[in-house]
């Protein structure tokens, strides 16, 4: 099967992008909810923080795929546990900006390290030029998102983050 899915497989960018996200995000996502008591979303909203602070759910959401809605819960809920502060944003009344409270710095600063040892570890299967290559062409794959259909029959299930 695994054969037949890499080599036979007229989707094989979805398939192996899939696979390894899978293998990547179970294991991880798990040990943040058993340590932390944080779902994916929540500690998305964490880890988007602790690499560019004082964002609003609408840039969360447009960089990391997840609905607008699901990220502004995530945050309500964050706020609660002292992990977050919202304050009215400078430039648009109507938004609020969030940032990590030194208790959400803390937690992030505890779990960055298994996410990079795990990434490193799934990398080490390719040289440094190699690494560096796939990083580029992701990161082109990334910017264009924005510009794929969000349905396969042409009509938006929810509006492009």
Same mark, same amino acid.
Not at 12 to 15: D, N
Not at 47 to 52: E, I
Not at 75 to 86: K, M, P, Q, V
Not at 117 to 136: C, G, I, P, V
């Given at each position: 099967?695994?054969?037949?899915?890499?080599?036979?497989?007229?989707c094989? =960018?979805?398939?192996r !992008?899939?696979? !390894? $996200?899978?293998?990547?995000?179970?294991p991880?996502?798990a040990? #943040?909810? *058993?340590?932390?008591?944080?779902?994916?979303?929540?500690? #998305?909203?964490i880890?988007?923080?602790? =690499?560019?602070d004082h964002?609003? &759910?609408? *840039?969360?959401a447009?960089?990391?795929?997840? @609905?607008?809605?699901?990220?502004s819960? $995530?945050?309500?809920?964050?706020?609660?546990?002292? !992990?977050?502060?919202?304050?009215? *944003? @400078?430039?648009d009344?109507?938004?609020?900006? #969030?940032s990590?409270? %030194? $208790?959400?710095?803390? !937690?992030?600063? &505890?779990?960055?390290?298994?996410?990079v040892?795990?990434?490193?570890?799934? =990398?080490?299967?390719?040289?440094? %030029?190699?690494?560096?290559?796939?990083?580029?062409l992701? %990161?082109?794959? #990334?910017?264009? %998102?924005? *510009?794929?259909?969000?349905t396969?029959?042409?009509?938006?299930s929810y509006?492009n @983050?």
């Open positions: 099967m695994m054969e037949a899915k890499l080599w036979n497989n007229p094989w =960018l979805t398939y !992008l899939n696979y !390894l $996200a899978l293998r990547y995000n179970t991880l996502y040990f #943040v909810e *058993d340590k932390w008591g944080l779902s994916r979303p929540e500690f #998305v909203v880890y988007s923080l602790g =690499l560019s964002s609003n &759910a609408v *840039d969360i447009a960089s990391s795929g997840f @609905p607008q809605n699901t990220l819960r $995530a945050i309500h809920r964050l706020s609660g546990l002292g !992990l977050l502060a919202r304050a009215e *944003d @400078p430039a009344g109507r938004r609020r900006v #969030v990590l409270t %030194a $208790a959400g710095r803390a !937690l992030f600063e &505890a779990a960055l390290p298994h996410f040892a795990f990434e490193r570890r799934m =990398l080490s299967a390719l040289s440094t %030029a190699e690494q560096e290559t796939l990083s580029n992701m %990161a082109k794959m #990334v910017m264009a %998102a924005p *510009d794929w259909p969000t396969v029959d042409g009509k938006d509006a @983050p």
